[in-house]
């Protein structure tokens, strides 16, 4: 269970755009920078948005972060099939004294 | 070109011990945070350790503390995880990450089962 909360699943047709959510506390996303990961189907993790709403060379600008008190959420605008993935949130937790993943959200493109 | 490969997975016994390696090549190693994370079988991503760029800050999830302890050799630009007293649930595959997870490795597999 983590101390990041993360809707299991979401979903949206070609060029619709949707949002995730990442729900923490003060400790966490209330205090810290928001990292997003995309995780394709048997590969490893990539990063996709870093310090809130910074995007990593390469990634496109369909894909945006944002945060506002203890909540972070991603965007992805212009769904595409590529898109289906599972998706991260990540913080440091002040009280852990670490490093914390969301339980991750399953996209799916109808 | 960011590069990372760790080996060391395999299939262990409970209680069992495991040493988990991860090179790095194409970017300054020594001037690199690294971490450990793990995803279980279906399961969502778990950050396991942390180490700072000289080894002097180093930081384990309740889950592994006590039991794992992250090392690194910056003239190796070598990662390390020592596993001890290792359990059913420590089942996953293993990556290191750089910095706040910006490169992966394609993961090592462990397995622990009687």
């Known amino acids: 269970q983590s101390v990041l909360t993360q809707p299991p699943s979401a979903s949206g047709t070609p060029g619709q755009r949707v949002t995730i959510s990442c729900s923490g506390s003060?400790?966490?996303?209330?205090?810290?920078?928001v990292y997003w990961y995309q995780q394709l189907p048997g590969t490893a993790p990539k990063l996709l948005i870093s310090m809130n709403n910074q995007r990593p060379s390469g990634v496109p600008d369909r894909f945006s972060g944002s945060k506002s008190g203890t909540s972070a959420s991603l965007a992805i605008s212009g769904l595409r099939s590529e898109d289906e993935a599972d998706y991260y949130c990540a913080v440091w937790d002040d009280s852990l004294s670490g490093r914390v993943f969301g339980g991750g959200t399953k996209l799916t493109v109808l | 070109e960011v590069h990372l490969v760790e080996s060391g997975g395999g299939l262990v016994q409970p209680g069992g011990s495991l040493r988990l390696s991860c090179a790095a090549s194409?970017?300054?190693?020594?001037?690199?945070?690294m971490n450990w994370v793990r995803q279980a079988p279906g399961k969502g991503l778990e950050w396991v350790s942390y180490?700072?760029?000289?080894?002097?800050?180093?930081y384990y999830a309740d889950s592994v503390r006590g039991r794992f302890t992250i090392s690194r050799d910056n003239a190796k630009n070598s990662l390390y995880l020592q596993m001890n007293s290792l359990r059913a649930e420590d089942t996953a595959v293993y990556y290191c990450?750089?910095?706040?997870?910006?490169?992966w490795g394609q993961g090592t597999l462990v397995t622990v089962s009687s």
């Open positions: 180490i700072s760029e000289s080894g002097t800050a180093i």
């Open positions: 003060n400790s966490n996303i209330g205090d810290n920078v």
């Open positions: 990450a750089e910095g706040w997870f910006g490169s």
């Open positions: 194409g970017f300054i190693f020594s001037s690199s945070e």
